[in-house]
């Protein structure tokens, strides 16, 4: 049989794309190592933030606001509450350019924000210690998704659509000769017209060109109490320190408040190298200053899990084809913040299967970006 289109990496974007692809009527195969929703990849720990003012570009808004929308077809299908609206609250030093970034991005897409002083956060959440010399803003129609729920929907609809599913079964290798893909496992091989790598960190064993520098990193769950939970309307939030670490979290759900350090973490030249957490003696603290200073009074670390970001050299998400002739696509190089724009990756990469023009959407994602010419 030759497929349509062979999927390799069937986590976020990988289960998005063979869900569009096949509802579109392709005949799709779609191939993961391990069966997701798993933990082997970026997509788990339960929640993933969703914001819409950003500041990491223009470019991101258009993809953020198609999300959106196929965020609400998603839930809508599949009768399933994947999103829960809590606002999303940034915090930085005044003279970071970070809020200014985010209300510029707000006033450019009629974004629905709320610019606040240190002490105008407090007064609204009294958990909050805030310094002086920090402000912040409040994306007021942002929150948070359960990441694992939407991949385990995308998997299940893409499946009774009739889409050919290959888990548990990692791919040796990728060869591309008379217009076709074959794909190698250890179940045999499989061949397509076209194919698409969503492999996450992973994608760079069969990419090796790929500039993407796969990191560990971790999340950890905090004993908290119900001053921290949705339901007293605590937001989700990120925070810049003075000293450029970044953080962020949830608001806390049965007692417990998920914090997790975005920069840092561990290289990774092997998923085998992704150790659990709790193997490195930074895991259950590293959050600890950020805790102290802005969310005192938290208990210890009840627990937390390891998992792998796909970085780009510039942070931004890398999309391109992998021959002349347009027949193979990646998407890699998420560097941690692509989970939100899971379901629009999804539907460009099902665009692509179907033959339909993506140039526009995908250029200021492209590898050319680092040539050096």
């Known amino acids: 049989m030759i497929y349509d289109v062979i999927i390799v990496g069937s986590g976020s974007v990988g289960a998005a ?3 569009y692809a096949t509802i579109n009527n392709l005949n799709v195969l779609m191939i993961d190592a391990h069966h997701p929703p798993h933990n082997q990849g970026s997509h788990h720990g339960k929640t993933r933030l969703i914001r819409y003012a950003y500041a990491e570009g223009d470019r991101y808004v258009p993809l953020l606001q198609r999300s959106k929308v196929l965020w609400e077809a998603l839930e809508k299908t599949s009768a399933t509450t994947l999103f829960r609206r809590s606002g999303v609250l940034s915090i930085a030093p005044i003279d970071s350019p970070l809020i200014p970034k985010l209300v510029d991005s707000a006033k450019t897409w009629s974004i629905d924000v709320e610019t606040l002083t240190a002490s105008d956060i407090m007064q609204r959440w009294e958990t909050f210690v805030i310094p002086q ?20 929907q995308w998997i299940r609809l893409a499946q009774e659509q009739g889409c050919a599913q290959l888990f548990n079964c990692p791919v040796e290798s990728i060869s591309h000769y008379d217009d ?21 960190s992973w994608a760079k064993k069969l990419l090796p060109d790929l500039p993407i520098s796969p990191v560990r990193k971790v999340m950890a769950w905090f004993q908290s109490d119900g001053r921290f939970s949705h339901h007293t309307h605590f937001p989700a939030f990120t925070a810049q320190l003075t000293d450029g670490s970044q953080y962020y979290g949830f608001p806390a759900e049965e007692d417990q408040l998920k914090v997790a350090r975005y920069d840092g973490g561990q290289p990774l030249n092997d998923a ?41 050299p510039d942070g931004d998400f890398i999309i391109d084809y992998l021959d002349e002739d347009k027949t193979g696509l990646v ?43």
Do not use: W
């Open 17 to 19: 794309a063979g869900c």
């Open 133 to 152: 010399e920090y402000h912040g803003v409040l994306d007021k129609d942002a929150g948070y998704l359960y990441s694992e729920k939407a991949v385990e």
């Open 180 to 200: 076709l893909y074959r794909v190698t496992t250890a179940d045999g091989d499989y061949t397509a017209r076209k194919i698409i790598i969503t492999a996450g």
């Open 272 to 312: 085998t190298e992704c150790l659990p957490f709790g193997q490195y003696p930074t895991d259950g603290r590293e959050c600890f200053t950020f805790l102290k200073q802005f969310l005192p009074g938290q208990s210890a670390c009840l627990f937390g899990q390891a998992c792998s970001h796909d970085n780009s």
């Open 331 to 373: 998407i890699s190089g998420l560097s941690g913040h692509g989970f939100k724009c899971a379901p629009a990756l999804g539907e460009i990469a099902s665009q692509f299967a179907m033959g339909n023009e993506i140039e526009t959407i995908i250029s200021p994602f492209r590898l050319t970006r680092f040539d050096k010419s």
